[in-house]
Each structure stands twice: as structure tokens, then as C-alpha cells.
């Protein structure tokens, strides 16, 4: 009897069959499944009796008709730009960003790039000041100096000053209208009469002398017009007119403004003046504290310079009228004398006024009748 084997023979159970069984299966399906994709494959098939069927041939495009019936665009490289892309009259100069899986495509040769716009310089504002006329200082200096020379009296010192500021500044019409101012208070309206002919031609330039300039024309046309009217200058229609008015000043240390005004008064000839039914009011105006303009306080009075007063020796009789302002009523109330008004009433109605300035007559305008 032999010992037993150190070595044992193995011995397979019923799960490793089964096991054994499914892998030998599964390897037999694999197989069939790579013969029967190779068959597919083949360009040759097996009819069913056995014999080989050809594949049919591929089928044949003719490209020609392709692109009779859609012409190629002018571009080739077209057909490789994507949509969403900027065009190119929209794409940013600079490298194009190339398509996946595309060769870059190269610009045609008359292609250039055209640079950038230029935006034209935005405008420098220009300061106000630019428009704004510039004034010497000493144009203003000058139209000062003369109204205090002409004021006191000195009035042909005050035209040289008022000469070379029209040579400073020719276009301003202050001083020109200064000029006028003083001619007539020399009693020369045909000397002021050319200064405000010179600020009418200025036009709207002139500013406020323009409509001055314009009523003392009218005004110097409408006593033309009185003097072809009647043979003393009386205008038709009426009894009385104010002749050329005359200042004379009285210097007195005691006064701060003393002066006579002669009114000369014409009547139409032949007219049987009633000298109760005539009036005379001569205003006298006064600067207060430099800028506001109130009656007189000065001490005025008047008188006849003949006697007696009936127009049956001429067509003129004068009224003589004087103004007295102390240094005292000056002072108390920063008094200057500024100027008068003359108005003449016959029988409650106005036959003529004058003013000096004229600008008094705008500002306090005369009644045309009054009571009696």
C-alpha cells in the first residue's frame, strides 16, 4: 500500500462550471459579431444562391452645372468667414483672428488700409470780453472835465475837451452829444443841430442819443417850419412862441451857482396880445446827492426887461429870469444845478416849451392845456 501524495489533484465544483460555461458563451458571440462587421464592410455582398453581388458604383456630381447655377462670389475666401464676425468695413484694423481648422486667408492686393478719422478740434469758446467794446479811461476823464467847464460857465473850454475826446474815440457819441448840448447853451442851434446829425447817421449804434439826435432834428425841423409860418416864428395855429434862449452866468464867491436866463417871447404880428391870458412857468432843476433830479430850492425870481409888455412896439418882448443856488442849500443836500424847463401857455393852451438838457422834457413832460 503506497503512502498518499503529498500533491492533491484539484477538484472543480459546480460554480466554476457554470463560470467556465458563461466566458465561452460570451467569447462565441464576439466572434460572430466581428464576422458578420466584416461582412458589411465588404464592397462585395453574397446573394442568396451563394454568388457575389458587385457594390454599385459611387455616385457622379457634375460640379459644372453646380456653379453655372451659383456664381462664385468675388471673394473665395468668403466662404470661410464666419457670419458673426465684423465685417470688414466694420472689423478694427489689426491681425484677423483665424478660423479653427483654416488656413488664414490673405488680403486681395488693392486692398489698403484706409486710417483712422480724424475728429475735427472742438472750439475754443471765446470770453464776452472780446465783444465788449474797450473805453480809454481818459475819453471819460475828458466828458467829465467839459460838462464842469461848460457848467461853470467856461463853455469854450469845455468844447476843447469835448473835441479831444471825440479825436480818442471818433464811434462813441457821448461827447459828440455834449458838443450839441453846449452849442445850445451858446444859443448856436445851427452848430448842435450838426453834432446830432452826426450821431442820427450813426443809427441804432448810437444807442439812447440816437433817439435824442432824432427828436432835436425834428424839433429844429418843426421851428423851420414856424418861421415859414408866420413872419415872427410863431407856429400856425398859435399866438406865442419861445425864441433862442441865452444863460449868463453871475459869479458871486457866496453862490454856488448864480446866472441869468433870458426868455425872449414872440407873438404873431398883428395879434392883439391879452397879456393876462398868458403864462410863463420857468422850472429850474437840481442833481441831489449826484443821481436823482428834484425842483429847484434855489431863490429864483423875474422881470420884464421893457415896459410895457403888449407886443405893440415889436413882435418880442423878454422875460429875464434869474437863479440864485448859496453854497450853504449846496452843501446841506449835495446840491448841482441841472438844468430848466420853459413852457408857454395863452389861454389855457401850450403855444411852445424848450428844455436844457432836452432829456428834462422826456422826464417831465408839459401838459398841452391848463386851467385858467
Same mark, same amino acid.
Given at each position: 500500500?503506497?503512502?498518499?501524495?503529498?500533491?492533491?489533484?484539484?477538484?472543480?465544483?459546480?460554480?466554476?462550471?457554470?463560470?467556465?460555461?458563461?466566458?465561452? &458563451?460570451? /467569447?462565441? %458571440?464576439?466572434?460572430?459579431?466581428?464576422? $458578420?462587421?466584416?461582412?458589411?464592410?465588404? =464592397?462585395?455582398? !453574397? *446573394? @442568396?444562391?451563394?454568388?457575389?453581388?458587385?457594390?454599385?458604383?459611387?455616385?457622379?456630381?457634375?460640379?459644372?452645372?453646380?456653379?453655372?447655377?451659383?456664381?462664385?462670389?468675388?471673394?473665395?475666401?468668403?466662404?470661410?468667414?464666419?457670419?458673426?464676425?465684423?465685417?470688414?468695413?466694420?472689423?478694427?484694423?489689426?491681425?484677423?483672428?483665424?478660423?479653427?481648422?483654416?488656413?488664414?486667408?490673405?488680403?486681395?492686393?488693392?486692398?489698403?488700409?484706409?486710417?483712422?478719422?480724424?475728429?475735427?478740434?472742438?472750439?475754443?469758446?471765446?470770453?464776452?470780453?472780446?465783444?465788449?467794446?474797450?473805453?480809454?479811461?481818459?475819453?471819460?476823464?475828458?466828458?467829465?472835465?467839459?460838462?464842469?467847464?461848460?457848467?461853470?460857465?467856461? &463853455?469854450? /473850454?469845455? %468844447?476843447?475837451?469835448?473835441?479831444?475826446? $471825440?479825436?480818442?474815440?471818433?464811434?462813441? =457819441?457821448?461827447? !459828440? *452829444? @455834449?458838443?450839441?448840448?453846449?452849442?445850445?447853451?451858446?444859443?448856436?442851434?445851427?452848430?448842435?443841430?450838426?453834432?446830432?446829425?452826426?450821431?442820427?447817421?450813426?443809427?441804432?449804434?448810437?444807442?439812447?442819443?440816437?433817439?435824442?439826435?432824432?427828436?432835436?432834428?425834428?424839433?429844429?425841423?418843426?421851428?423851420?417850419?414856424?418861421?415859414?409860418?408866420?413872419?415872427?416864428?410863431?407856429?400856425?395855429?398859435?399866438?406865442?412862441?419861445?425864441?433862442?434862449?441865452?444863460?449868463?452866468?453871475?459869479?458871486?464867491?457866496?453862490?454856488?451857482?448864480?446866472?441869468?436866463?433870458?426868455?425872449?417871447?414872440?407873438?404873431?404880428?398883428?395879434?392883439?396880445?391879452?397879456?393876462?391870458?398868458?403864462?410863463?412857468?420857468?422850472?429850474?432843476?437840481?442833481?441831489?446827492?449826484?443821481?436823482?433830479?428834484?425842483?429847484?430850492?434855489?431863490?429864483?425870481?423875474?422881470?420884464?426887461?421893457? *415896459?410895457?409888455?403888449?407886443?405893440?412896439?415889436?413882435?418880442?418882448?423878454?422875460?429875464?429870469?434869474?437863479?440864485?443856488?448859496?453854497?450853504?442849500?449846496?452843501?446841506?443836500?449835495?446840491?448841482?444845478?441841472?438844468?430848466?424847463?420853459?413852457?408857454?401857455?395863452?389861454?389855457?393852451?401850450?403855444?411852445?416849451?424848450?428844455?436844457?438838457?432836452?432829456?428834462?422834457?422826456?422826464?417831465?413832460?408839459?401838459?398841452?392845456?391848463?386851467?385858467?
Amino acid at each position: 500500500m503506497r503512502p498518499p501524495s503529498p500533491i492533491q489533484s484539484p477538484r472543480f465544483g459546480r460554480t466554476a462550471g457554470i463560470a467556465a460555461a458563461i466566458l465561452a &458563451t460570451v /467569447a462565441v %458571440l464576439q466572434l460572430g459579431a466581428v464576422t $458578420v462587421a466584416f461582412f458589411r464592410k465588404s =464592397p462585395r455582398g !453574397i *446573394a @442568396e444562391n451563394g454568388d457575389e453581388v458587385p457594390h454599385p458604383p459611387p455616385l457622379k456630381i457634375d460640379v459644372s452645372k453646380i456653379v453655372a447655377a451659383s456664381p462664385p462670389p468675388e471673394n473665395p475666401g468668403a466662404l470661410l468667414v464666419d457670419p458673426l464676425l465684423p465685417s470688414r468695413e466694420e472689423r478694427p484694423p489689426g491681425p484677423r483672428p483665424l478660423l479653427p481648422h483654416a488656413e488664414p486667408l490673405p488680403l486681395p492686393a488693392e486692398t489698403t488700409t484706409e486710417p483712422a478719422s480724424v475728429l475735427p478740434p472742438r472750439p475754443t469758446p471765446v470770453p464776452l470780453i472780446a465783444f465788449t467794446p474797450k473805453t480809454d479811461p481818459r475819453y471819460g476823464e475828458l466828458v467829465e472835465e467839459g460838462k464842469l467847464l461848460r457848467n461853470s460857465g467856461d &463853455t469854450a /473850454a469845455a %468844447l476843447v475837451k469835448f473835441r479831444e475826446g $471825440v479825436t480818442i474815440e471818433p464811434g462813441n =457819441p457821448l461827447a !459828440i *452829444a @455834449e458838443m450839441a448840448f453846449t452849442f445850445e447853451k451858446m444859443s448856436l442851434p445851427e452848430k448842435a443841430a450838426e453834432q446830432w446829425k452826426r450821431i442820427f447817421v450813426m443809427g441804432d449804434r448810437a444807442g439812447v442819443f440816437y433817439a435824442m439826435a432824432r427828436t432835436k432834428l425834428e424839433s429844429a425841423v418843426q421851428d423851420t417850419m414856424r418861421t415859414v409860418g408866420g413872419p415872427a416864428g410863431v407856429a400856425n395855429g398859435k399866438v406865442l412862441s419861445i425864441g433862442a434862449l441865452a444863460l449868463a452866468d453871475d459869479p458871486d464867491p457866496s453862490a454856488a451857482k448864480r446866472f441869468a436866463l433870458t426868455v425872449p417871447i414872440r407873438a404873431r404880428a398883428g395879434e392883439d396880445v391879452a397879456v393876462n391870458e398868458m403864462k410863463v412857468f420857468v422850472l429850474f432843476y437840481e442833481r441831489v446827492n449826484g443821481k436823482d433830479i428834484a425842483k429847484t430850492i434855489a431863490e429864483v425870481g423875474n422881470r420884464w426887461t421893457s *415896459a410895457p409888455v403888449d407886443w405893440k412896439d415889436g413882435d418880442t418882448e423878454t422875460l429875464e429870469v434869474s437863479y440864485d443856488l448859496s453854497a450853504q442849500q449846496a452843501r446841506a443836500e449835495r446840491r448841482e444845478y441841472h438844468g430848466y424847463i420853459v413852457r408857454l401857455y395863452y389861454r389855457g393852451d401850450l403855444q411852445d416849451t424848450k428844455a436844457e438838457p432836452a432829456s428834462l422834457s422826456q422826464k417831465f413832460p408839459a401838459p398841452l392845456t391848463i386851467s385858467e
